[in-house]
């Protein structure tokens, strides 16, 4: 079992910048995808940017070239680093995890981005 702890979440003006943490409870070795969403009210939860135990990334177009995904192996932890951050970009953001297949979520941190 996979425990997922969000944090960063938080209030900002258009343009700004906020990083997101996802602290795993396991190896982040051990882990084979592990990405994050996003889900805004009355909408869908949806894929903002992944990465796989294979080394494959991928990035929502609607986010490509202002967020990036990192991570810090010794600590077992995940970034979201959001940049150029847009009115529309408002949501709760969840870390998910795949591992010895089955799916794990975080608690979700809220980003509110003011215009």
């Known amino acids: 079992q996979v425990q997922l702890a969000e944090s960063g979440g938080g209030l900002v003006q258009a343009g700004g910048s906020l990083r997101l943490s996802c602290a795993a409870s396991t190896s982040i070795f051990s882990i084979n995808t592990m990405g994050w969403y996003r889900q805004a009210p009355g909408k869908q939860r949806e894929l903002v940017t992944s990465f796989s135990s294979g080394g494959t990334t991928n990035y929502a177009d609607f986010v490509k070239g202002r967020f990036t995904i990192s991570r810090d192996n010794v600590n077992n932890t995940v970034y979201l680093h959001m940049n150029s951050l847009k009115p529309e970009d408002t949501a709760v953001y969840y870390c998910?995890?795949?591992?010895?297949?089955?799916?794990?979520w975080g608690q979700g941190t809220q980003v509110t981005v003011s215009s």
């Open positions: 998910r995890a795949t591992y010895k297949g089955r799916l794990y």
